[in-house]
């Protein structure tokens, strides 16, 4: 009877380990850039990366937990709920604009975004950082650090990086909206193009981590 019931408990925790493995989701975590700000949901990029799962990976899917106004802090306090119902096989992490809008210090930017990458790692997950660009009015220094931030994370932590999530498109005044900040939805596309570039090696598990 107790070899029995041995086996039994290990069976139960070796089927609770396969249940939380990580699966073929890939789960961004975000801002208003991720969560479509102004624009139809369906137009997003989150969206569109759900779309151009289905017809080129599929078994993969994407879920947006992106909030307006997520800060490093706040994404950071929500992640390892997130972790835990979702577990990832990949986390797209897209925060710092509203760190850096606020003139926030450098230093607890990068000890936020470290923490949330080396939780999605110990979960198994994969990581993309995305990186953005403040304003020129922030300074040369500012924005220099902020980039250096994301830059080193990746390094040392050994993700995936997009230096510039809105590379191509905030230059382009057709797709931005007229706060200077968000796209507009014709300028989606081509910031799920700078995302999918980056994003689709580590589906595979091709890229270093």
């Known amino acids: 009877m107790r070899r029995i019931l041995w086996l039994v408990l290990l069976w139960l925790g070796c089927a609770g380990a396969a249940a939380a ?30 779309v151009r799962l289905a017809d080129m990976e599929p078994g993969w899917t994407a879920i947006n937990a992106s909030i307006s106004g ?15 119902k979702y577990h990832p096989g990949v986390l797209v992490l897209e925060l710092g ?3 850096g809008l606020r003139g926030l210090p450098l230093p607890a930017l990068r000890e936020n975004l470290a923490a949330m990458i080396d939780a999605a790692q110990k979960s198994g997950a994969r990581v993309l950082l995305l ?3 403040l304003p020129v009015n922030y300074g040369p220094q500012y924005r220099d650090g902020l980039r250096a931030v994301y830059a080193e994370l990746a390094r040392d932590k050994r993700t995936a990086l997009v230096p510039f999530l809105l590379e191509g498109v905030a230059t382009d005044a057709s797709l931005m909206q007229d706060d200077g900040l968000h796209p507009t939805a014709a300028g989606e596309p081509k910031v799920l193009d700078n995302v999918w570039n980056a994003l689709r090696p580590l589906l595979h598990g091709s890229a270093k981590q």
Do not use: F, M
């Open 70 to 84: 997520e800060t490093s802090l706040s994404g950071r306090n929500r992640l390892p709920a997130l972790l835990e």
């Open 131 to 133: 990186g953005i660009e």
């Open 97 to 99: 604009a509203n760190d």
């Open 21 to 50: 493995a990580p699966g073929k989701t890939v789960l961004v975590l975000g801002d208003s850039l991720s969560a479509a700000h102004n624009i139809a949901a369906a137009q997003g990029w989150v969206h569109l990366l759900e």
